[in-house]
C-alpha cells in the first residue's frame, strides 16, 4: 500500500478517475436500491451520478492530453488514508437515510482528497481542474438539495415516509410484536404451572428462564428461516430472526425474574402485574402500528392471556 504522499502527478489524476468512477457506480447503486420504494430519491442519486461522470470525463481529457492513454489501474484501497466503505450490494435492503448519510461522506472525503492533490501538483493545468474540482464536490451538497426540491414534492416526501413506514412495520414492528405476544401469552402455562404445583419460587423461575430462552431460539430461527426477504420486502433475515428471538425472551423474562423474589406470593403477585403491563403493551403496540381499534385490541390479547395463564395454574394446582 502506498501513501497519499508518494505519488506522482500522472498517479493522482489515476487515482482521481478511479475514484470518481466508483462514486459514479456507487450513487447509479445507490438509485437502483431506491428505486422501487423511494422513486424520487433514486432520481435524485441518477443526477449526482451525471455530476460525478462528468467529473469523470474531465479529469480522463486532461490525463490523456498530458500522459497519453494509457491508465494505470491505482484504487482508493491502494493507497492509505482513504474510509473504507462497505459495498452496497452487502447492505440491501437500502434505508434513505443511511444512504443520504453515506453520500454526505463520500462527498467530504472526495473535497479533502482533490485538496491535497491540487497543493501537491506543480502543472498548472492539473493544479486548476483539481482545485475546481473540489469547489465542485462542496456545492454537490447544494446540488443534491436542488435536486432534492426538484423532484421531492410534499406529496412525494409523504409517498416515501409512508413507504418507510411499511418497511419499518414489515422490518422490525411486525416481527417483534409476534415474539413480544408468543414470549409474554405462551410461557405463561409452564411458568405459573410451575409455581402452583410446587409452591417453590425458584423452581417457577427455573422453568420460566428455560421456557423464554427456548421460545427466544425457537422463534428466532422460525423468522429467519420463514423466507430471505428478496419477494415480501421484509427485510434481512438475519435482522428479523434477531428481534423476533429478543422479544420472545424478554417477553417470557418479563414475569419470570419476580420469582427471583424468596417470598411465594409477593412473587406471584409481581408476576401477575407484569404479565398485566405486557398484555397492555402488546395491546398499545397493535393499536398503534398495526391500526387494530383499541378496544379490540386489549380484548383479544387479555382474552388469549387470561386463557393461557388459567391453563397453567389449573394444571399446576391439580
Same mark, same amino acid.
Request: glycine letters at 8%; proline letters at 3%; hydrophobic letters at 45%.
Given at each position: 500500500?502506498? $501513501?497519499?504522499? &508518494?505519488?506522482?502527478? @500522472? ?6 478517475? &478511479? ?40 479529469? #480522463? ?20 488514508? /482513504? ?12 434505508? #434513505?437515510?443511511?444512504?443520504?448519510? @453515506?453520500?454526505? &461522506?463520500? +462527498?467530504? +472525503? ?16 492539473? *493544479? ?19 435536486? +432534492? ?18 418497511? /419499518?412495520?414489515? @422490518? ?5 410484536? !409476534?415474539? #413480544? ?15 402452583? !404445583? ?7 423461575? !427455573? ?10 431460539? $425457537?422463534?428466532? /430461527? ?11 420486502? *421484509?427485510?434481512?433475515? %438475519? ?10 425472551? #424478554?417477553?417470557? %423474562?418479563?414475569?419470570?425474574?419476580? /420469582? %427471583? ?16 403491563? +405486557?398484555?397492555?403493551?402488546? $395491546? ?35
Amino acid at each position: 500500500m502506498r $501513501s497519499f504522499e &508518494s505519488l506522482d502527478e @500522472q498517479e493522482i489524476l489515476a487515482l482521481a478517475v &478511479s475514484l470518481e468512477e466508483e462514486d459514479e457506480r456507487i450513487y447509479a447503486d445507490f438509485a437502483e436500491g431506491l428505486r422501487h420504494t423511494f422513486p424520487a430519491s433514486a432520481e435524485v442519486f441518477d443526477g449526482m451520478r451525471q455530476e460525478e461522470a462528468g467529473h469523470r470525463r474531465r479529469l #480522463l481529457e486532461l490525463y490523456r492530453e498530458k500522459f497519453g492513454e494509457h491508465i494505470p489501474l491505482i484504487r482508493r484501497q491502494d493507497v492509505n488514508g /482513504f474510509v473504507k466503505r462497505r459495498p452496497v450490494w452487502l447492505v440491501r435492503p437500502l434505508g #434513505l437515510e443511511a444512504v443520504r448519510s @453515506q453520500a454526505e &461522506s463520500m +462527498e467530504a +472525503e472526495t473535497r479533502q482528497f482533490y485538496l491535497r492533490a491540487a497543493a501537491r501538483a506543480r502543472d498548472a493545468g492539473i *493544479r486548476q481542474l483539481l482545485d475546481d474540482l473540489a469547489e465542485e464536490e462542496l456545492t454537490h451538497e447544494h446540488r443534491a438539495e436542488e435536486l +432534492e426540491r426538484a423532484k421531492l414534492t410534499r406529496e412525494t416526501r409523504d409517498k416515501e415516509d409512508e413507504a418507510r413506514r411499511r418497511l /419499518f412495520l414489515l @422490518q422490525i414492528v411486525q416481527p417483534g410484536l !409476534a415474539g #413480544l405476544m408468543d414470549g409474554s401469552v405462551s410461557t405463561l402455562a409452564p411458568v405459573f404451572a410451575a409455581a402452583f !404445583a410446587t409452591r417453590n419460587t425458584h423452581d417457577a423461575f !427455573a422453568v420460566g428462564l428455560a421456557a423464554s430462552l427456548g421460545a427466544g431460539i $425457537s422463534m428466532g /430461527f422460525a423468522e429467519a428461516l420463514s423466507d430471505d426477504g428478496t419477494l415480501t420486502g *421484509r427485510g434481512h433475515p %438475519l435482522l428479523r430472526g434477531l428481534v423476533c428471538g429478543l422479544m420472545t425472551a #424478554l417477553g417470557g %423474562l418479563g414475569h419470570t425474574l419476580p /420469582f %427471583l423474589i424468596p417470598a411465594f406470593h409477593v412473587a406471584l403477585t409481581a408476576a401477575l402485574t407484569v404479565v398485566i403491563a +405486557e398484555l397492555a403493551a402488546i $395491546s398499545w403496540v397493535r393499536h398503534r402500528y398495526m391500526e387494530t381499534p383499541a378496544v379490540s385490541a386489549a380484548l383479544q390479547v387479555a382474552l388469549g392471556g387470561a386463557l393461557v395463564c388459567a391453563a397453567g395454574v389449573l394444571i399446576g394446582a391439580s
